[in-house]
């Protein structure tokens, strides 16, 4: 329909002259007297003329009376033709309209007509069509408009058109229109009406959408299926449709598989039941509609496999085919075959065996169960375990074996059970909770085995197999198989593994001089001391004849060096064999994973070697197999020696850099850092002893040094009339783990007469990560000491909120690498700034240490953070300038920087 509205011409009726023949009769006589003369001259003229006017006048009467009648069939006819149209009109689905030419001669078209059926359709009255020029392209759908406009210029240019597009609708509703029309032109061609049909298609054109949506969620569901499926030719067996599950389960592309047939996937033995199955499929075999049969199909690598066929019969492209869904039942029949194999198991073991429902009710028992107890099926049937307690555990043990179940799964152990005749019996347990998918409970299976004859010749036959029957240390087998699994979990968490090779130094000459019953005394009191030395880890071998091996995960050069000076220390000392004393000494290799080793073998040569160098030097030593690790070794058993006699001759001093509130400029704190002045060395660098101490173990003596010594230093503070301002103390890990670390502290603080807020503790996010009750209470004990605690180096380790949240800390330190870059580097200040904002969030101080220029500084107050210590400041410095140059006056502390 044209976008301008057009007017329709509605149909004119013709109009009929009534003649009244006495009328016209009389008129024509009246015409004749007139004439006043006789036509024939006589009066038999007269006779004559009046005889054919009577003739001439009967004849008119007939013709009018003919020509009325035939007007009047002509009108009844026209009547019938236009109720009938107007009938067909009425009862026809489609709606016409008609648009006429502008009346001025312009090219647009006005509504002239709108039929019944159309304003029943759209839902608008005939004004609303009239009510603009452009009512009908406005409810056109914005979508469609462009191709209507396009068919309106095809109808102008071949004078027919249909179209189909989206009509807005009075209930608010779009209706899809099949729009028909057909340009009226005159004798000379110019366009004069447009007369065209709606018809309403909505339910066509949805049907014809729900048709093409259901194929292609039929054609996704086929390509998308996990199961292979295809699609194959009655006939030929070609295959027409594969899916992309077929393609990645048989190997062959989809267009290698359309130039197959289906003997392409069936091994040739079983090509004559294929065919005979599709032959059936033609018949009145209830296959021909479903069809379901295992087969064995063949990839495109040759492999066979089991499978499942589900086929149903279609029509595919005006051929007969047929669908098929494929199961793969390989992992189902070895299941199957499985269960049959367990059942077997269960049934013919040696060793009892019953499952219960998850109430703990007996379910099934095999023979073995019954043979052992006494009791079968029927008589346990409905009963619990209990029925086989002996009492000799007591309830304790058995909340202690649920306990492990619920929370591990299983429990396995020794106990002793009741046969049915009363006889009490030792069995070995095992106990495992069987859930569904879902991790819901369902069974326990519980297998045991009676341990009263057996268990001690299997013990005996283990330990023989894998311990030195002399030494009872473990042989080189059990040795490397532990080994080999050690490794893999150092590997796993890259942490370090030495390996020693040990061997008695000139021990061939116990044997000479006296005999081998005192060479094996010997050699098995050194087992003793090897062992005194082994941690819950480590493993030790004899090797054979006086060679010893250990095995020491979790050891660095410097753990395994202070190992083998221990070791040397043993052997050294003397044995007491038979009222004699033999002096003897030791010669060790030492070789570390994964550097020198990646394996058992190899560290165990790599280690001879470095045994062999050791006793090359003099014996009575240890080498490490490089001379790296040698070096390394022996200046950290140097600096350990050292540290141990400054602590003992109190050679040690604390150095303390103050701290200061960024806002005021005021000295609101001190750290106290302990600094070493080595005889030879000179000033020894915190960065080289601190690690020294924590991997010796002297870390926490040194801390209760620098605990005690700073407590005496502010209690010297406080007598020479200075100003007392908390001074910060680190606390390592080891000394945060000692039991007694909170009555250290409040009798340190007694001794020297202070209050708690004199003691500020720096713990590291790897104390606070230590999220457990022990953390929670020690960290409330000393806070209760009136202390305050403080997150030291924040952010560089595995930061957590919930420690925050559960641990009242009053501050946080912002480490040294955040802030070196914070002028330069824009994500280490967004580091600095979320730090600040959560300590503020939760109400705590924030500190920034290591600053050293100004603009670090501005930066610092821009983000408002509380305190800052650093070079820019000070750097630590001894205590008596402490006291000069910032504890003056006594009562309020000196400002350094200008705020």
């Not at 011409?9 to 004749?32: D, E, T």
């Not at 099949?178 to 447009?194: H, M, S, W």
């Not at 009339?721 to 250290?744: E, K, W």
Request: hydrophobic residues 45%; glycine residues 6%; contains cysteine.
């Amino acid at each position: 329909m044209p976008d301008t509205p057009l007017q329709i011409a509605a149909p004119r009726a013709i109009p009929f002259a009534a003649v009244a023949l006495p009328g016209a009769a009389a008129l024509l006589l009246s015409a004749v007297a007139a004439a006043g003369r006789p036509v024939l001259g006589t009066t038999t003229s007269v006779v004559l003329h009046a005889a054919s006017l009577a003739v001439f006048l009967a004849a008119f009467v007939l013709l009018e009376r003919r020509r009325r009648a035939s007007l009047a069939e002509l009108t009844t006819q026209a009547t019938r033709v236009n109720d009938r149209l107007r009938n067909i009109v009425a009862v026809s689905p489609a709606g016409f309209y008609a648009l006429q030419r502008d009346a001025q001669g312009g090219d647009d078209f006005a509504v002239g007509f709108i039929g019944s059926t159309l304003q029943c359709i759209s839902g608008y009255a005939e004004q609303d069509w009239l009510s603009s020029p452009t009512f009908w392209l406005e409810h056109v759908h914005p979508d469609d408009r462009g191709q209507v406009l396009a068919a309106q210029a095809r109808l102008r240019r071949e004078g027919t058109v249909s179209h189909e597009y989206r009509f807005l609708c009075a209930d608010g509703r779009y209706r899809w229109i099949n729009d028909q029309l057909r340009l009226v032109t005159d004798a000379d061609g110019a366009p004069v009406e447009i007369m065209g049909a709606w018809l309403d298609i909505t339910d066509r054109r949805q049907a014809e959408l729900t048709q093409q949506e259901s194929e292609r969620r039929y054609r996704t569901m086929f390509q998308a299926n996990p199961a292979p499926m295809w699609v194959y030719d009655l006939e030929t067996l070609r295959f027409l449709a594969v899916n992309d599950a077929a393609v990645a389960r048989y190997g062959f592309s989809r267009d290698e598989f359309l130039g197959m047939t289906l003997r392409d996937i069936r091994p040739a033995d079983d090509v004559p039941r294929l065919l005979d199955t599709v032959a059936r499929l033609d018949g009145d075999d209830p296959v021909r509609h479903h069809s379901v049969g295992a087969w064995t199909h063949v990839d495109r690598n040759g492999r066979r496999f089991k499978v499942e066929i589900h086929g149903h019969p279609m029509t595919y492209d005006g051929r007969r085919a047929r669908l098929v869904l494929v199961h793969d039942i390989t992992d189902r029949l070895r299941a199957e075959e499985n269960l049959r194999l367990i059942g077997h198991v269960f049934e013919s073991s040696q060793e009892g065996m019953f499952i219960t429902d998850a109430n703990t009710c007996f379910v099934a028992v095999n023979q073995a169960f019954t043979r052992i107890t006494g009791y079968t099926i029927d008589d346990v049937a409905g009963r619990t375990p209990k029925l086989l307690r002996s009492g000799r555990q007591d309830a304790a043990f058995y909340r202690a074996m649920w306990d492990e179940i619920g929370s591990t799964g299983g429990w396995q152990g020794e106990l002793w059970n009741r046969r049915a005749n009363g006889e009490l019996y030792p069995l070995w347990l095992s106990i495992s909770a069987i859930r569904d998918a879902q991790g819901a409970l369902q069974q326990y299976l519980c297998i045991f085995t009676e341990t009263s004859k057996r268990r001690a010749a299997d013990e005996r036959i283990d330990f023989l197999a894998n311990h030195d029957a002399m030494t009872g240390l473990a042989n080189r087998t059990r040795l490397v198989d532990q080994g080999r699994m050690a490794l893999l979990a150092a590997q796993r968490l890259e942490r370090p593994v030495a390996l020693m090779y040990l061997d008695m130094d000139d021990f061939q000459q116990v044997n000479e001089h006296h005999d081998h019953e005192t060479g094996d005394a010997v050699l098995t009191m050194m087992a003793g001391r090897i062992g005194s030395v082994m941690g819950r880890d480590d493993i030790a071998c004899r090797q054979g004849a006086d060679e010893f091996i250990l095995l020491l995960p979790d050891r660095d050069a410097a753990a395994a060096a202070r190992v083998a000076e221990t070791l040397l220390s043993l052997a050294r000392a003397p044995f007491e064999v038979g009222g004699e004393s033999i002096v003897l000494s030791a010669s060790i290799g030492v070789a570390m994973f994964p550097d020198n080793g990646a394996d058992v073998e190899t560290l165990l040569r790599t280690a001879s070697r470095a045994l062999a160098q050791a006793k090359e030097d003099g014996r009575n030593s240890f080498r490490f197999f490089t001379r790296e690790m040698q070096s390394q070794a022996h200046w950290q058993r140097s600096m350990e020696r050292d540290l141990r006699r400054a602590l003992d001759d109190d050679a040690l001093a604390l150095h303390y850099q103050p701290q200061v509130d960024l806002a005021t400029g005021e000295v609101v704190g001190l750290e106290a850092l302990a600094r070493w002045s080595h005889p030879v060395r000179g000033w020894v660098s915190p960065a080289e002893f601190i690690p020294v101490a924590e991997q010796s173990g002297m870390i926490v003596e040194l801390g209760a040094w620098v605990i005690r010594c700073a407590t005496r230093q502010i209690a010297a503070w406080r007598v020479q009339g200075l100003a007392t301002i908390p001074v910060a103390v680190n606390l390592s890990m080891q000394q945060f783990r000692q039991a007694g670390l909170c009555d250290f502290i409040r009798d340190t603080l007694a001794e020297a007469a202070l209050p708690g807020e004199a003691l500020e503790l720096e713990l590291t996010e790897g104390v606070a990560m230590m999220d457990s009750d022990f953390t929670v209470s020690t960290i409330d004990a000393l806070k209760q000491l009136g202390l305050s605690l403080s997150i030291d180096d924040f952010g560089t380790g595995y930061s957590s909120l919930s420690y925050l949240k559960r641990f009242n800390v009053d501050k946080l330190k912002i480490d040294k690498s955040f802030i070196d870059g914070i002028e330069t580097d824009p994500e280490d200040e967004a580091i600095v700034r979320t730090v600040i904002q959560l300590a503020k969030e939760l109400g705590i101080r924030t500190i920034a240490e290591g600053v050293e220029t100004e603009a670090q500084r501005q930066t610092l107050r821009r983000l408002s953070c509380d305190e800052m210590q650093g070079w820019l400041v000070s750097p630590a410095v001894a205590p008596d300038e402490v006291g000069r140059r910032y504890l003056a006056p006594a009562e309020r502390p000196q400002a350094l920087i200008a705020g």
